[in-house]
């Protein structure tokens, strides 16, 4: 252990004016990390994208200071050519090494306290919660949430996951679709099923996602708040066809929710376009296969209202 | 622990066949030599990251275009599963046990491993499984597609209706694997435990065997959970069981948990070793001693604890309870406090030093960097609903890929040219080495950069077509996959030629301090002609202090400091 050196005025001062210019940057940073994501359709997505850009600040703060560092003594702490002595022999400082635990430990009960006020905000409903339980967002001035009209409780949207299609059952109008569709600013409940093997229900725009796992049913929740087209994904690798997976999800109107489900419920049962089927009849009619033994898609759900296929998303 | 048990065991177990080959037909037979066996162990291993990474170039290929045009999906399915479980079985675990069982026992000042018949019989597994892995390439059906992971049911699925399948190949290799590390970990743990030379108490110990003798008891709490998991499995998959299938009331939940429970702790007996890979580099072309050696070791040992309480992160989105999604959202951070103590050690041993850039030296930093950002982005990945947007898309996949080849991968380079000359007795050649460098560091941010934005944008990972609003990133990775295949060959051409034709290396070319440095290089076979007596610590630079009270080398070179 060496003795403590004081500082000079001039080097705490210049350190001060470093971190300050860090922290400048890394503010900066952690405000483009916002433009990074999709579109922020949900009321989850905003609270997800604030805790990314805190934990973008936080960690280019590190990543800027450690590297700058590493960068002046690469650049200027060189060894002369023909110098072979040994540099300082400063094995430590404890001082400096319980700042160096201490810190990043407080720093480390900040972000998963804010990590986890941020998750209680979005409650997302995990299988071992109650159905009914459906904790307010908070987001809502009180104001406007009492001038929506009082929904009564709806029976969830039922999500049917299979290789590889997705298919969505309404159950309050018997009417089956391969297409979401969800009123905006008001909570989506679902209930997730799995025939074969696990799935994920994945919507990069809300920012949130839960495995399908088959033999269990699992409550899903999340409030849509931007109308628009976006992309439903598989997450959990599901076999061959797993990357085709892929499914529309409509956020309308509460007027044009209602007319579709209206118009869905008129419509007879029709075979839905399904990529992964179509590309596996495709295959089978060649002569030589130009790969291995694949699991058989699923044949093409028979549904209500049938997506058009790879229709604009956002 | 006294003088006489050290020099009691190196007297009686010895070496098995008195007067070993000393030529490069040694490498191919059951040689029981600690350093044959780490030779053999790297080169094996490299073969494997050659395979590994060709089949990675094909998988960035297809990747190149959002279609899924240049292999079929099966074809793809199948690459990225033997890419991960080949990169991991078969380059990274065995690599580190080449560069462990090389180093170890010359860094304690012992004359072999603790069991050397053992240590010769867990290398040879590797081949075994190896050869069984890559023969499921050759099975009707091909190898498997579950991905490394290997979740079931997707796992269970066997299309052709056989016995003998890609998947039952698999899971033999992985639970043959599993045994042999288990034969290594025990190996390591006894070495470091009873074969110290005397003086070497624990704070005099290389921070490199803390890291190993940390990464080894992950193995041997870890490893019994995978090897039982993987056995579990190839039952429910050929004999009928169902513990996995819940078609037939089995959880398949609780193969994650099995898989997880060593297979997050396993990218610390990957990182560990690569730490103090770091520990070693550092302090010799920064011309200092390691900053704060105590905290340094002790940290990997803390790393080993709170690695056993962390796994459920993995399962975020696996359908778990809120209570455990933020217990080990925690334990997860947690983690990041011993690391962050490490990173930060690191850079007060670099900061104002008398710094060389030898290729080493190069590797270890650009490795430092790649890990810290590793490390960042992992700490946004144990916030639970930050992961709930990213878990299982490209953003993780960039995550590990920046520790596993970023700092992994570049960690074992800077060992491989550290301690060339010690194996091999030549120096290799610096500009060949730099030239891999700039590749290496290039092609790593360039391949594995773009996978951030893709991941935050949404695309999951292994996909084998993608939306074109993807493309953008993805050509550029694949650019930098293709250029860290080229990177490869400066580094080839360095190691055999400078092997043959480079310049005679001395004891200590770098000028450093440890044990395996007082003896002659290569080493003899027996390494250490007198058992050194240790009587200072590990990073004595700048003291100018003797590390040890005796000439370890004997009459053999009397060159030491």
Known sequence: MTTQHSLSPRTVALLVALAIADALISLWVGRQAYLWMPPQASAEAVLVDDLFGFLTTIGSFIFIGVTTALLVAVLFQRADKYDTSDGPAIEGNLLVEILWTTIPLGLVIWIAAYSYQIYDKMAILGPMEHMNHVPSLGLMPPAEAATLPAVPEKTPIEVHARQWAWEFYYPDQNITSTELHLPVNERARLVLTSEDVLHGFYIPAFRIKQDVIPGSSIDFGFTPIREGRYRLRDSDYSGTYFAANQGTVVIESAEAYQQWLADAAAQPLTVAENRAFREFSRAEERPISMGWKTVAPAPPPRVNYASAEDSSYE | ?561
């Open chain 2, 1 to 561: 622990m006294s003088n006489a048990s050290i020099e009691a065991i190196a007297a009686k177990s010895g070496q098995p066949f008195p007067g070993a080959p000393n030529n490069w037909q040694r490498f191919f037979t059951f040689s029981t030599d600690h350093k044959v066996i780490g030779i053999q162990y790297i080169v094996t291993a490299f073969v494997f990251f050659l395979i590994g990474g060709l089949l990675a170039m094909v998988m960035r290929g297809e990747l190149i275009t959002p279609e899924a045009d240049l292999v079929d999906r099966t074809v793809y399915n199948a690459l990225f599963t033997m890419h991960g479980t080949i990169m991991l079985f078969m380059w990274t675990f065995p690599v580190l046990n080449g560069l462990s069982n090389y180093l170890v026992p010359l860094m304690i000042g012992a004359r072999d491993m603790a069991f050397p018949r053992l240590n010769a019989a867990a290398f040879w597994l590797v081949p075994v499984f190896g050869t069984l892995l890559m023969a499921s390439f050759f099975v009707p059906g091909g190898p498997s597609q579950s991905g490394w992971w290997a979740y079931p049911p997707v796992s269970l699925q066997n299309p052709t209706g056989n016995l003998i399948n890609g998947q039952v190949l698999w899971l033999l290799a992985v639970a043959l694997s599993g045994v042999s590390s288990i034969m290594g970990a025990v190996n390591f743990v006894t070495t470091i435990f009873r074969m110290r030379a005397p003086g070497m108490g624990w704070f005099r110990m290389p921070a490199f065997c803390w890291t190993v003798l940390s990464a080894q008891m992950i193995q041997l709490f870890g490893l019994p959970s995978l090897t039982a998991g993987a056995v579990m499995l190839l039952l429910d998959l050929t004999a009928g069981t169902s513990f996995f299938d819940p078609a037939r009331g089995g959880d398949p939940v609780l193969y994650q948990h099995f898989f997880w429970f060593y297979s997050h702790p396993a990218v610390y007996v990957i990182i560990l070793p690569i730490f103090g890979t770091f520990s070693e580099v550092f302090p010799v072309y920064a011309r200092k001693p390691l900053f704060g050696y105590r905290f340094v070791v002790v940290s990997s040992v803390i790393i080993t604890v709170l690695s056993a309480m962390v796994w459920v992160h993995h399962m975020f989105a696996s359908g778990t309870p809120s209570w455990m999604r933020m217990l080990f959202m925690f334990s997860t951070m947690l983690i990041s406090v011993p690391t962050g103590v490490k990173v930060f050690a690191w850079v007060a041993t670099v900061w104002g030093g008398k710094l060389r850039l030898d290729t080493p030296m190069l590797f270890a930093l650009g490795g430092l960097v790649c890990f810290l950002f590793a490390g960042i982005t992992g700490v946004m990945l144990g916030a639970v609903p930050f992961d709930i947007h990213v878990n299982n898309t490209y953003f993780v996949v960039g995550h590990f890929h920046y520790v596993i080849y970023g700092a992994a991968v570049m960690g074992v380079y800077a060992a491989i040219y550290h301690w060339f000359p010690k194996m091999t007795g030549h120096m290799y050649y610096e500009g060949l080495g730099k030239l891999h460098f700039a590749l290496t560091f290039i092609g790593v941010n360039l391949n594995f950069f773009p996978m951030h934005p893709l991941g935050l944008m949404g695309m999951p990972r292994r996909v084998a077509s993608y939306d074109p609003e993807f493309a953008y990133w993805n050509v550029i990775a694949s650019l930098g996959g293709f250029l860290l295949g080229v990177s490869t060959l400066p580094f080839i051409l360095n190691m055999i030629s400078s092997w043959i034709l480079g310049k005679r290396a001395a004891a200590n070319p770098w000028n450093a301090i440890g044990l395996e440095w007082l003896i002659p290089s290569p080493p003899p076979v027996e390494n250490f002609e007198e058992i050194p007596i240790v009587v200072s610590g590990p990073y004595g630079y700048g003291s100018y202090e003797p590390l040890v009270a005796n000439n370890p080398a004997g009459e053999l070179n009397s060159e030491h400091r």
